[in-house]
């Protein structure tokens, strides 16, 4: 997984930063955040990681603090409009059908380590934070490094390849933190050109 340096394409931005501004004028606390706040440290913690049962782990995150904006049971109705308006805007830009996820986190949020191998691709990350106050992190597949990609104010992307169960070179332990409010808009590409194309939309001006 890599950032892409330079900034964003202002077609990309266009559609995503009216998003977030509208999103955090409005009354998050009607959102019903799942998870333990107080239990961030330990699941994105390098213990957390060695103690996974690997063979069993089902490839999504097995635990959280922060929701999916997709779940219907916990995101308010008055939000879902623009949530599905930005989502259509955003399959439309980069030629997809659907995005993999929509999660926002709280301050003290994250997603605990896992690998996503039970849906293998190629990724595109969005990321938005304030201030720049959280990280994304992963466990190279060959060399086994913890490597941490923090943040930086406003919307940044990340790209890189989650392997399958099937791929031992290539199966992506990954897990997020968040310090304050973060968005993250995800998307899956199951063919290596399309999204070496949806890479190249995402920076080129």
Same mark, same amino acid.
């Not at 977030?20 to 009354?27: A, I, L, R």
């Not at 990340?158 to 791929?167: M, W």
């Given at each position: 997984m890599k950032v892409i340096e330079g900034g964003l394409n202002q077609e990309v931005l266009d559609i995503i930063e009216p998003f977030?501004?509208?999103?955090?004028?409005? #009354?998050r606390?009607?959102?019903?955040i799942k998870g333990d706040r107080d239990e961030g440290e330990y699941y994105t913690s390098n213990e957390y990681l060695e103690s996974i049962n690997r063979e069993k782990h089902v490839g999504f995150p097995e635990v959280s603090h922060g929701i999916d904006l997709s779940d219907t049971e916990v995101t308010p109705l008055s939000f879902r409009d623009d949530i599905n308006k930005? %989502?259509? +805007?955003? #399959? %439309?830009?980069? /030629?997809?059908?659907?995005?993999a996820v929509k999660m926002y986190y709280p301050a003290g949020g994250y997603m605990g380590w896992h690998n996503n191998h039970n849906v293998p691709g190629y990724n595109i990350l969005l990321s938005?934070?304030?201030n720049g106050d959280g990280w994304f992190r992963y466990q190279d597949p060959l060399s086994k490094e913890i490597v941490t990609l923090y943040d930086t104010p406003g919307w940044t992307a990340?790209? /890189?390849?989650? /392997?399958?169960?099937?791929?031992d070179d290539k199966v992506y332990w990954h897990c997020a933190r968040a310090y304050e409010e973060r968005l993250t808009f995800g998307f899956v590409v199951p +063919?290596? +050109?399309?999204?070496e194309m949806m890479c190249e939309d995402l920076y080129s001006q």
């Open positions: 977030s501004n509208w999103f955090f004028n409005q #009354n606390s009607l959102i019903k930005t %989502t259509a +805007d955003l #399959n %439309t830009f980069f /030629g997809t059908k659907f995005n938005y934070t304030q990340k790209v /890189g390849y989650y /392997g399958s169960k099937e791929e +063919d290596e +050109d399309m999204w």
